[in-house]
């Protein structure tokens, strides 16, 4: 109803990207690109790494499914991207910034203090618990196919960053409400959302991996992000962890995320530290290479599986 | 080109009860491994599902591969199609590949007919620049064009299916690896369809079929190999393999579960509908010998009438009738009167009452002993399979006889085992 305009621009945007994206692995002709030995041995994890890259044509339609198909089929429509997140913090606003007393810091508004980080937790908390099951969603596809199983999780973790875009509508509307204007740095949002995106892009491919094979996953994973969600700074600010284990506590990659998203939109002074920065981007990257590892080792077997 | 080399595929079939799958039993043989112990051993008993095979197709060459079910044929298109890897061996493979394992392949209902072409698409490996220019020529095929921009749930299972071959069909690769499943939809769109299938595999590309039925084989393929339980038995031109197959198995092997018909209105009663399903509405017709089969038949009433049944007979590739079922059977009350209109009704045969081997249906209306308004004989084909008996874990062939069942044997006295 309402959403339809919406819609067709979100459609058009994604379009136009895939269609940048496509073409040049197609189009060379020679068959001699094409020759494969296939056998027992898995094949070097680059040049998989690259078979996944030259279909990155393939990847986008996989992104532009996931969101496409997200709202659908719902009455509201793409208005559920900006709803939720607005309903959440308003509960969350309620439950801690009112009947709990406030959390925040300094002179920022409780809502203000809390949005970024939130924005920042629940692209990672989608992005893991869609990446954790998205073998499985299309085992259909993946029994009867062969492409770059990699895609999928990828995929997985490209698609909510739609969400923060609607998301980002609301801050806008905040933004205003609260009469605060944007620093230069918010400029470095992308940048922890990337960081956010390597740290889930490494637990999301390991999980899936593991998912297919053992249906434990679904169980436990959200009890650990209702864990992971309260081990990071979103409700309340990193300064009250006691400055003695704020290294300790940026092993958590989200804290460095969720935290810097919170500085870039406001500007204030942070309790993040460039070494939590750091801890945080490697612990980022382990996870990224570990997950990725785990992912290697069982794509090639997982038909047998699923 | 396709070359393979002594090509094995060995599954591993465990007993139901082993812990095998289980999170913890897994950690503790990895650290067990990890400690230098050997793995204690796994119950379980081996299967080659293909094994030593190997053989190689020229450029522009079209290759049948015939055999029975569980032959190994589907292994081997998986191996090629790079779904499954090979326990041993290997094969070459050049060109651009696109296999044609079932239809359908990436469809998601909540998208647009139009958005399904182009995600299948590009899913079976068409770049996104070709399905564009191909797009009009797709919906044209597909026969579904007022309805290209209206979600996939909404259409029925034919549309669907027609749209999902129409995107397949118009897949150009250099290697065409198709099995035979592509008889769908009615009887306009599967000779259109099967047309169409002719055209890809005579357009000089490497083709590797596999069909149950030999007459398409031979019209299709220039060579055919032959496997049977995972080895491969023959190799050459098609008409001697498929010579040799006939004999080996001593007739049909075509599954076909599903037939319609056009209404006949100048009868009074006429069939409309046969199919054969799984317990879960598979109509494949490869069924699980251990799981009830149902047959279901729709037919119409064109006037009203008194006294007539509608009759079902099950018989074997051979001809010899194993059962026959009719509706008033268990209520003859249902001889009386019927209303026009059009009716569907079902049966369901239990499971491993029939021995795994193919079957034909045959459906006849009209009034007992008296008249036949309409007859299709041998409608249908199915195939069971068995998957699950405990002998075939020893007893790899099909057993003779009709009945399916497994009996326990109970001793008298001192057992001749230690």
């Known amino acids: 109803m309402t959403t339809h305009a919406e819609q067709n621009m979100i459609d058009a945007a994604v379009e136009s990207a895939t269609d940048v994206a496509d073409s040049a692995p197609f189009a060379a002709g020679s068959s001699n690109r094409y020759e494969i030995t296939i056998d027992q041995s898995r094949g070097g994890v680059l040049a998989r790494l690259r078979e996944a890259f030259d279909l990155r044509g393939l990847l986008w339609m996989l992104v532009q499914r996931d969101i496409k198909t997200r709202y659908r089929q719902a009455a509201l429509g793409i208005a559920w991207g900006i709803l939720v997140p607005a309903a959440t913090l308003a509960i969350y606003w309620f439950v801690f910034g009112y009947l709990l007393g406030r959390l925040g810091t300094g002179d920022v508004p409780y809502v203000l203090f809390l949005f970024p980080a939130m924005l920042g937790w629940k692209y990672f908390n989608s992005a893991i618990g869609r990446a954790s099951q998205s073998l499985k969603r299309d085992a259909s596809i993946l029994s009867k196919i062969y492409f770059p199983r990699l895609l999928l999780p990828v995929a997985s973790i490209i698609s909510p960053t739609i969400d923060v875009l609607l998301g980002g509508l609301v801050l806008v509307v905040i933004l205003i409400a609260t009469d605060h204007v944007p620093p230069w740095t918010t400029v470095f949002v992308p940048g922890f959302l990337l960081l956010g995106a390597v740290a889930a892009g490494g637990l999301g491919m390991g999980l899936a991996a593991f998912n297919a094979h053992y249906r434990d996953v679904q169980h436990f994973l959200p009890v650990v992000l209702h864990l992971g969600f309260f081990c990071t700074p979103v409700l309340y600010g990193s300064d009250r962890m006691p400055e003695a284990f704020r290294l300790l506590y940026a092993f958590n990659p989200m804290v460095t995320v969720c935290e810097g998203m919170r500085w870039a939109v406001l500007g204030h002074d942070t309790p993040l530290t460039l070494a939590m920065g750091l801890v945080s981007t490697a612990v980022a990257f382990v996870m990224l290479f570990g997950g990725l590892w785990a992912f290697m080792r069982f794509e090639r077997n997982v038909v047998d599986v699923l | ?418």
């Open chain 2, 1 to 418: 080109m396709i070359e393979s080399q002594g090509l094995s595929k060995r599954y591993v079939l465990r007993y139901k009860n082993s812990h095998e799958d289980l999170l913890f039993s897994s950690m503790f043989r990895f650290a067990r491994r990890a400690m230098g112990r050997p793995e204690p051993e796994q119950p379980g008993s081996e299967h080659w599902a293909l094994k030593d095979v190997s053989f190689e197709v020229q450029p522009g060459e079209a290759l049948g591969i015939i055999g029975r079910n569980g032959a190994g044929k589907s292994t081997l298109l998986k191996i090629i199609s790079r779904l499954t890897l090979p326990t041993e061996g290997r094969v070459v493979v050049r060109g651009r590949v696109g296999s044609m394992l079932e239809v359908g392949v990436g469809f998601n209902p909540d998208l647009t007919g139009r958005e399904n072409i182009y995600l299948s698409g590009v899913i079976l490996g068409m770049p996104r620049v070709e399905i564009r220019r191909r797009l009009d020529e797709i919906i044209e095929f597909s026969g579904v064009r007022p309805f290209i921009d209206v979600p996939v749930t909404r259409y029925s299972s034919g549309m669907r299916i027609r749209l999902a071959f129409a995107v397949m069909a118009n897949l150009e690769p250099e290697i065409l690896l198709i099995d035979e499943v592509l008889s769908v939809g009615d009887a306009e769109f599967r000779r259109r369809s099967s047309a169409r299938m002719e055209e890809l595999i005579r357009g000089g590309r490497t083709v590797l079929f596999v069909s149950h039925n030999r007459e398409i084989v031979e019209r299709l393929c220039d060579r055919a190999l032959e496997l049977d339980r995972g080895r491969l038995v023959s190799i050459g031109a098609t008409a001697s393999v498929a010579e040799h197959y006939e004999a080996a198995t001593g007739g049909v092997d075509t599954t076909n579960a599903y037939a319609s018909y056009e209404a006949d209105t100048s009868k009074p009663m006429c069939v409309r509908e046969v199919s054969v399903l799984s317990p879960l509405g598979d109509c494949s017709g490869e069924l699980d010998m251990a799981q009830p089969i149902r047959i279901r038949i729709g037919y119409d009433i064109n006037e009203d009438i008194e006294n007539v049944n509608v009759f079902c007979r099950i018989s074997t590739g051979d001809g010899v009738t194993v059962l026959g079922s009719s509706d008033a059977d268990f209520d003859p009350a249902n001889l009386g009167r019927r209303r026009r209109g059009s009716y569907t009704a079902a049966f369901d045969i239990e499971g491993s009452l029939l021995e795994a081997g193919s079957y034909m249906v045959t459906v006849s209306v009209g009034e007992p002993f008296v008249k036949v308004f309409d007859r299709r004989a041998d409608a249908v084909t199915f195939q069971l399979v068995d998957r699950s008996s405990r002998r075939r874990l020893w007893y790899p062939t099909t057993r003779p006889g009709l009945v399916g069942r497994e009996y326990p044997w109970v001793y008298e006295g001192r057992l001749p085992w230690s």
